[in-house]
């Protein structure tokens, strides 16, 4: 086989990144915008030793999982993966993935029996509470606001996107039209030059907030007091600021924000705690299944009121103040500082008195505080970013002897690898259930529960 040869073959499975994946011959075939049962003719792009990339020439039998995408421009852009699969093969698809990492990764034997229904959406659209818009020029000069093509830094212009909130286009709107009025550039990755680089929308589900940060490549946003008028005719505007970030980065935010109307953030709900979220806060982007997984990690903890709970990677503590009302007390651990002034500040709002946070990483203040301090713990609940636990983390909780591990992962393949850690450990998998937090996209979240055994 070699470059531009056509070959027919069926998917049979699909990657993180919504790619099909078919064998032909013992060799695997990656190939977008396929689906698994769909029968296709491909051309071969790219080929390594065991594997190749090739593109769709069309398909010659359609799998009864396919479906025809909403967005007009799901292909071309890097967001949506699965917008080609009908949502409840999709679920199916997520909770497969989850069960294959804890049996052949994790070397759990009796998954089928720990599995419960995965929780998914009952109106799987216009569940994004956060956007971030990059802005650009199209090729015929004009400014325009969308989402990056998978994998390349040019922009498709799109800025209804269907999985964001109703109010996106029209801020979008009211942004560009001040820029084209105000003859203001769009930043220039290639030659670090142009002002406006991102806009970022956040609304409160529950509240109605709506918060608008304008990332820029500069100190300061010409005739700033006339967006500000035209912005604040958009109901729910709560918070409006510039974020400055002068840096040759990918990175969206700069840590400078200076605020030009409102408090400098917005609040919502989660369940009866509330929060506020600031535009470096990090928090769910889907409150309606964020508030599922919750409940089931304090399902899961099992909290009587007389327990004491470690919570490692807390963000700006909404797991913890979940946790923290129905537990003695509990204690967070996270590395940014922000968020840990985040997590205090939502911790008064809420009038909890029974939480500490610390600044720092899992893995050096939980031994520090084990160790040095004898803070121990009933149930530790973790929710690591994607590369799981480090392993010095994992060995101080076994150390800690909790009775109970709650591990909500977003990850299942470093779930596998963290729950074989904790098993040979000496715990024992007790529940398991999957959670879309991100419908027609490749991620997943995981909460698995954990017990000592005896």
Not at 129 to 144: M, S, T, Y
Request: hydrophobic share 40%; aromatic share 8%.
């Amino acid at each position: 086989m070699k470059k531009n040869d056509v070959f027919t073959v069926t998917i049979t499975d699909m990657d993180e990144e919504g790619a099909g994946i078919g064998k032909l011959d013992g060799y695997t075939w990656f190939i977008k915008d396929t689906v698994i049962g769909d029968e296709v003719e491909a051309g071969a792009m790219k080929m390594k030793k065991t594997y190749g990339f090739a593109r769709l020439i069309r398909v010659i039998t359609p799998s009864s999982a396919r479906t025809e995408p909403k967005c007009p421009v799901a292909r071309q852009c890097g967001g949506c993966q699965f917008q080609a699969m009908a949502y409840d093969k999709q679920l199916l698809f997520k909770e497969n993935k989850i069960k294959n990492a804890l049996q052949r990764i994790g070397g759990v034997k009796n998954v089928e029996t720990l599995m419960e229904p995965i929780l998914g959406m009952e109106h799987p659209w216009r569940y994004r509470n956060k956007a971030q818009f990059p802005i650009g020029l199209d090729k015929n000069g004009k400014i325009v606001a969308g989402f990056y093509a998978g994998h390349t830094h040019c922009i498709i212009p799109q800025e209804d996107c269907l999985l964001g909130v109703e109010e996106n286009p029209k801020i979008l709107e009211i942004v560009r039209k001040f820029m084209e009025e105000y003859r203001i550039r769009p930043y220039d990755e290639d030659t670090h030059t142009g002002l406006v680089r991102h806009v970022l929308i956040r609304k409160g589900f529950h509240t109605g907030e709506i918060m608008v940060c304008l990332v820029i490549n500069g100190k300061k946003l010409p005739a700033a007091e006339k967006l500000l008028e035209a912005l604040l005719t958009v109901p729910g505007m709560t918070s409006i600021s510039i974020n400055r970030n002068q840096e040759k980065t990918n990175v969206i935010m700069g840590q400078e924000i200076v605020h030009l109307y409102g408090n400098g953030y917005i609040t919502d709900w989660i369940g009866d705690v509330k929060y506020q979220i600031s535009p470096l806060s990090f928090y769910q982007v889907n409150p309606v299944q964020t508030e599922k997984l919750y409940a089931t990690a304090l399902e899961y903890a099992g909290l009587t009121g007389n327990e004491v709970v470690w919570d490692l990677y807390c963000g700006i503590g909404t797991i913890s103040l979940f946790l923290a009302k129905k537990a003695k007390m509990v204690y967070g651990v996270e590395i940014v500082p922000q968020a840990i002034a985040d997590a205090n500040a939502n911790a008064r709002l809420n009038g909890m008195e029974n939480t500490e946070f610390f600044v720092g990483k899992a893995e050096e203040v939980l031994p520090e505080q084990f160790e040095k301090h004898q803070i121990y713990a009933d149930v530790i609940v973790v929710d690591p970013p994607r590369k799981g636990c480090d392993e010095k983390c994992l060995e101080t909780m076994v150390k800690m002897q909790p009775e109970k591990i709650v591990y909500v992962s977003c990850n299942p393949a470093t779930l596998g690898r963290d729950v074989k850690y904790l098993t040979d450990a000496g715990y024992e998998v007790k529940r398991v259930r999957g959670c879309d937090m991100f419908a027609w996209g490749g991620h997943v979240e995981t909460v698995a529960l954990l017990v000592k055994k005896r």
